[in-house]
């Protein structure tokens, strides 16, 4: 930090959990490593993760600038204060946040017009694919940040690219995605996204026209865990790729661990005596991240499941989201606590998840695979059992399953939109939960090398976040990349 002339770089989010908690972990590196951040977002996302950022400025007395600017809901139709895609309570609500997204890239540019210092570049969700124009008309150098694994990015890439979408007529048929370094099989209905936003093909136009324009790409990874994917998106896109993660280990401290994305919903004190009055390896951490919802029928299932598997040796740690939990829930969760009692613990709301993960009590993850959770699960060595949903969790699936093979799957097959809640079709049985919770916590041969799989990849993990390591070295570079324009503007002026 001794730096008497650091690369001011501007991080711009997009506004979804899964997508603010890896950037306010960027701010952390890049702040540690001594550039001046400026992070922006808006005052509904500013109060989340206000005590995420108070730990980075005041405790370790990082320069890490909080700006928050208005975010306009009602002027699109939206309910005030709707400023996350967590708050967004039906899907047609969607098109107008995107739009209300895009009002507020004016306020962006104004911002940045009048910052001082100037910016020297700015790092920018995918999914802002706006700030590429502002950034632009501005002349300020620009990177995207892809959330996703490497894996999935050049999935979507490649599928694009030999227009596979468009040449297959049936969704449930298993097929190979071209040109894959680690060849996997997906279907149609997997990949093809969410079925009810035909907008996404427009914003994913857009996604791509911006990494164009983009003069390179920063990711939540490590060299060593996807080389052969990051070597050939690379030669795919033509442009700098910097792999800067586990993003999840810039948390060292227990406070920045208990305050990721939200204040924790439950005391970490108490859930920290909790899980150390459990064995090693003993415990089944059950979470689907930020937004996907499982409705009654699903969430039923899931506690018969756990309450099956579950004994004096085998426990487990369920979030039931605040938006899944509704009277009749709750009603059924009580008596459901009553029977598991010792043996479970269910937490309402926000967990803290890394801390949890974390801990040496943890044997199993039942996830989504959202990208943020399966890299955290792999960043503390946690084996998995996968249940994706949605979006890109399928792929990473096939990547925990098939490539890394420290995972079992739970046996979904289509996205969450399929299920039918009225038939059951589309459910997974209580029975498939117990079957797969037990396999991924017995430690049978099989079971022993799924685990000391997932060890080596941890420690290959730290490694790269350590001095001298690959993601540690990138994220130097991207500091680097600030700079060197710093100064080639400073020539130019
Ligand atoms: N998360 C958390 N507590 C929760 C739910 C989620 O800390 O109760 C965090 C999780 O650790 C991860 C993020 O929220 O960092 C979720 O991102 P992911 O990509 O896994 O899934 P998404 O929410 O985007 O579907």
Partial sequence: NSDPNPAHIILIPFMAQGHMIPMVDVARLLASSGALVTFITTPVNAARIRPSIDSIENSQRLPVRFVQLPFHSADVGLPAGCENVDLISSPDLFKPFMKALSLFGEQVKLYLTATNPTADCIIFDSMNSWVGAVAES????????HGPSCFYILCAHLLKKHQVL?????????????????????????VMSLKDRPEWEKESEEIYKTEKSACGVVMNTFEELEKSSLDKFRKEIGKKVWPIGPLSLANKDLDSKAMRGKASSIDTGLLLSWLDSKAPNSVMF?????????????????????????????SFIWVVKE?????????WLSEFEERTKGMGMVIRGWAPQAMILGHVALGGFMTHCGWNSTFEAIAAGVVMATWPRFGDQFVNERLVVDVLRIGVAVGAKVPIFYVDEMSGEGLVKGEEVRKVVEKVMTIDEEGEER?????ELREKARKAMEEGGSSFENLKRVIQFAKGEKKAIGMKL
Wanted: hydrophobic share 35%; proline share 7%; no cysteine.
């Fill in 451 to 455: 685990r000391k799989r997932a060890k």
């Fill in 286 to 314: 059950v979470s689907f991240g930020s937004l996907s919802r499982n409705p009654i029928s699903q969430l039923v299932q899931i506690g018969q499941g756990l309450e099956s598997a579950s004994s004096s040796e085998l």
């Fill in 138 to 145: 501005l002349n300020i150098p620009h990177i995207i940040f």
């Fill in 323 to 331: 938006a899944e939990n509704s009277e009749e829930v709750e009603n």
């Fill in 166 to 190: 468009k040449r297959i007529d049936d969704d449930y048929k298993l097929f190979k995605v071209p040109e894959l370094p680690e060849p996997v099989e997906v279907m149609k209905a997997q």
